[in-house]
């Protein structure tokens, strides 16, 4: 049964129609009350909570779509909507007395004007997990300190990228600003885990800039009003949108690129699939957009020109999803074949090509093989997305393992075949949302 399953959320990959979609079943009939969609069908179903024993610990999640912001920026007060997702971990002592923590609080906007220019993307993901919340069990009212990670497209346009670069590989992390806040919602008063399925919840989000890079933007509040989360007996899966960009005239173009595509997405997901039982975290591929100009079949190496790239990343913005556009090739050689820019980010995009499963005979490097070699370059590049860096030169993101995925290889050579605990445990992003998966493997390394 477990075989079964596991093929089938492999298999989804490949099957735009569902994974492309946030698609939700309905509820098993071994829940008591049946559980609505929670926003726009985002939130996973989960057999849920009974009772709470001492000193174990719950969750209690949900995920907000198109909820209210107001955005300060140099330019003045502007309305927008977010989405995102909000969990809390709850243990209860022997005295019947529950402890919230906040274990997750991500937010993303499509943007909004500002004296600079379109801000483009904003994502704001917590800087840290675990801060704890006063929850008033006669009010209801929970806060929380809330310290979190602010960037948007504008950043990089005005900045630039810090470059982390080895012979191997390249990756272009963004600057970002700290900004500083509470979150203030309102729970059900004297809360009890037999309040099964649905949690309603209002209230509000409030950040302020603390540290400013841009500075165009200054504060947000975000209102979480009409919003609901569930109870959880362990943490569902975390999912992460890729949304796959060629370049030709449609799907029935023989010479459009993206051929390699398909099979670089079920080894991501294979290999994001062995952090099942520390973490389940799954990606979910969108129909594949496509680009009508050959011009970027073939893209300049970034060394030698980077206003060619930039270009062809500035064709598609899409908000929920880590965008990986699929070239033929580039001309000459660019490291790795692919590099991740706004790593970690809600703006994070990929650039790969179809020549990773097709490196030309003999090699051109100075070591390795020809033919299809990267069959793990994906995943990498999606762990960069993730917030995770090369294990001896992270480069401001979190270190990746030794010996994991996210060693770079060049060229020639594929990433190692190998995940660890501690990637799947770091890794981290404003795009993942709780959803519906299974997770069955181990990592190939538990540290």
């Not at 977010?82 to 997750?104: A, C, H, N, W």
Request: aromatic share 6%.
């Amino acid at each position: 049964m477990l075989l079964g399953l596991a093929l089938m959320a492999s298999m989804m990959v490949l099957s735009g129609n569902i994974w492309g979609a946030d698609y939700l079943q309905k509820t098993p009939s071994s829940l008591k009350a049946p559980l609505e969609t929670i926003t726009s069908k985002r939130v996973a179903t989960a057999e849920p909570a009974t009772t709470l024993q001492a000193g174990q610990v719950y969750y209690l999640l949900g995920n907000l779509d198109k909820v209210r912001g107001t955005v300060t920026t140099d330019a003045g007060a502007q309305e927008t909507s977010f989405q995102g997702e909000i969990g809390f971990q709850v243990v209860q002592d022997k005295d019947g007395q529950m402890t919230f923590i906040l274990e997750s609080l991500s937010l993303v906007s499509p943007g909004v004007q500002t004296k600079k220019g379109d801000s483009g993307v904003i994502g704001i993901n917590l800087a840290e997990a675990g801060s704890k919340a006063s929850y008033d069990a006669k009010t209801g009212n929970t806060v929380a300190d809330v310290r979190a990670i602010l960037h948007y497209d504008l950043i990089d346009e005005i900045m630039g990228f810090i470059r982390e670069k080895s012979e191997e590989c390249a990756v272009f992390n963004s600057y970002t600003e700290d900004m500083a806040g509470t979150l203030e919602i309102k729970l059900p008063e004297s809360l009890k885990a037999t309040d099964q399925g649905e949690v309603p919840i209002n209230g509000v989000v409030r950040l302020e800039l603390k540290t400013p890079v841009v500075g165009a933007i200054q504060n947000t509040v975000i209102y979480i009003d009409a919003s609901k989360l569930l109870w959880y007996l362990t943490r569902p899966a975390q999912i992460l949108k890729v949304q796959p960009v060629y370049i030709g005239t449609g799907s029935a173009d023989p010479a459009a690129t993206g051929a390699a595509f398909n099979t670089l997405i079920n080894n991501a997901a294979e290999i994001w699939n062995r952090c099942g039982t520390v973490r389940c975290i799954t990606l979910r591929a969108n129909p594949p957009i496509y680009i009508n100009n050959n011009a970027y079949k073939v893209l300049t190496n970034v060394d030698s020109d980077p206003a060619e790239a930039a270009a062809l990343r500035a064709e598609v913005n899409i908000p929920d999803a880590v965008e990986v556009f699929v070239v033929e090739r580039w001309q000459p050689l660019f490291d790795g074949g692919g590099a991740c820019w706004s790593s970690g980010t809600a703006s994070a995009k990929i650039v790969s090509c179809d020549q990773q499963l097709n490196v030309p005979c003999p090699p051109p490097c100075a070591s390795g093989s020809c033919g299809a070699v990267n069959l793990f370059h994906l995943g990498h590049e999606l762990g960069h997305a993730l917030s995770l860096g090369h294990p001896s030169s992270p480069g401001g993101l979190i270190a990746g393992t030794v010996g994991s995925v996210m060693e770079p290889s060049g060229f020639c050579l594929d990433n190692p075949d190998v995940q660890s605990a501690r990637n799947c445990r770091s890794a981290t992003s404003p795009l993942l949302y709780w959803g519906r998966s299974v997770c069955t493997k181990s990592p190939d390394i538990m540290d």
